[in-house]
């Protein structure tokens, strides 16, 4: 069932897909319907399964979870498979977990490793270069840890 996150408690699981471009905004209304859709009907047996979704800077796709909820390898399949139909429709990338996003100025980028590194070995971006962990694995962690300077991440063994 869905519920706003705020009704979560700092424990609730955590899923986070960046998305290779930002959504355009003629497909925020059908996006977030589908998001509460899929979040509505996901584990829909259960009465008591709570869970919750945002979509933050209109990039990353974020589930959260009730933590008491016992989720199988079928309820984790099937997020992943709706995952994978929003890539095909909106036709970019949210399963690549070998990116990094990071904030230049009020927009948000998304590299490969590969150029990240670049990018900081040609001071494009700083140790003071806010970046998103999207392996945060609860509530409190996306509240507290997701946007972080490069040198509070595991990204600063890059540095």
């Not at 955590?14 to 009907?41: H, M, T």
């Not at 829909?44 to 959260?64: G, M, N, T």
């Amino acid at each position: 069932m869905f519920v706003t996150k705020d009704t979560l408690t700092e424990d609730a699981k955590v899923w986070i897909y960046p998305a290779s471009r930002k959504f355009y905004p003629q497909e925020l209304e059908a996006l977030n319907e589908k998001l509460r859709n899929f979040v509505d009907g996901w584990k829909a047996e259960d009465p008591e399964f709570k869970a919750s979704f945002s979509l933050e800077y209109q990039r990353f796709i974020v589930f959260f979870a009730d933590e008491q909820a016992v989720l199988t390898n079928a309820d984790i399949d099937a997020q992943v498979s709706f995952i994978l139909g929003l890539e095909q429709t909106y036709e970019l990338v949210l399963m690549d977990k070998m990116n990094v996003c990071f904030k230049q100025g009020d927009f948000v980028q998304y590299k490969d490793v590969k150029a990240f590194k670049k990018l900081l070995k040609d001071k494009s971006v700083s140790s003071k270069t806010v970046v998103f962990d999207n392996l945060v694995q609860n509530k409190y962690e996306f509240d507290t840890y997701w946007e972080v300077p490069i040198t509070e991440s595991w990204y600063s063994r890059f540095l």
